[in-house]
């Protein structure tokens, strides 16, 4: 199961921030939370991860509390491209020590309106 | 540079048959996962490829089978079809298992 917990649905004005939270209040130490977003009939594209420092790229930003039980993704300007569902997703760790496979849970559909 | 593609892009079959899905991997690239993504729910993982042999496995029967050949790229068997096993099927790649992975955009299977 999922180790995450996403509202099924949010809403957005184009050109305002999108906020998307997440809780994750039974990650360990050593596992990261990822982002991936899916648009309709396409396959999941990567967004960001981070382990517990504030992660910012090209695509968006990613809070993540001190305590680690959760976490918000920043679309700061949402364009109608940006209408997908959103996944957090927590790393689990693998044999061998290496990052293990990703849980995916229902995520939050994101509909940004004109 | 190709991304993760993935051949056929669809496809149907009847229940009780066998069917074989294609994926090659992003350029630099050795691992391999596959997922089975229901209508209306989030990928689900099947399992992982790395070096030819497989390295994780979700909760999915022996029907579902993989392989990675020499070149990274990997296919997806699943044996005595059922009307259930109609999804789409997602293959993604990265450099090893620790990267992010990127994915293919499927492969849509319908079982009648």
């Known amino acids: 199961d999922a180790k995450t917990t996403q509202p099924p649905s949010m809403d957005c004005a184009e050109g305002r921030a999108a906020n998307l939270p997440c809780n994750h209040s039974?990650?360990?130490?050593?596992?990261?939370v990822y982002w991936y977003r899916q648009i309709h009939s396409q396959g999941p594209q990567y967004i960001i991860h981070?382990?517990?420092n504030n992660e910012t790229n090209e695509m968006a930003s990613l809070i993540i509390t001190e305590d680690r039980k959760s976490s918000t993704l920043i679309l700061p300007h949402a364009t109608l491209r940006d209408t997908a569902v959103y996944y957090c997703?927590?790393?689990?760790?693998?044999?061998?020590?290496?990052?293990?496979?990703?849980?995916f849970g229902k995520g939050t559909k994101l509909s940004v309106k004109p | 540079d190709a991304g993760v593609t993935q051949s056929p892009t669809h496809l149907i079959k009847t229940r009780g048959q066998q069917v074989t899905l294609r994926c090659s991997p992003k350029?630099?690239?050795?691992?391999v996962s596959w997922y089975q993504q229901a209508l209306g729910q989030g990928p689900q993982f099947i399992f992982q490829?790395?070096?030819?042999?497989?390295?994780q496995r979700g909760n999915f029967p022996d029907r579902f089978s993989g392989h990675q050949f020499p070149n990274y790229s990997s296919e997806l068997n699943v044996n005595a079809l059922l009307l259930g096993d109609s999804a789409l099927y997602l293959c993604?790649?990265?450099?090893?298992?620790?990267?992010?992975?990127?994915f293919g955009p499927g492969t849509r299977l319908t079982v009648l």
């Open positions: 993604a790649s990265s450099f090893d298992d620790y990267n992010e992975q990127f």
């Open positions: 039974t990650i360990s130490g050593n596992e990261y």
């Open positions: 981070g382990l517990k």
């Open positions: 997703i927590v790393r689990v760790p693998n044999y061998g020590g290496s990052q293990g496979n990703l849980i």
């Open positions: 350029s630099g690239h050795d691992t």
């Open positions: 490829y790395y070096e030819e042999e497989e390295r």
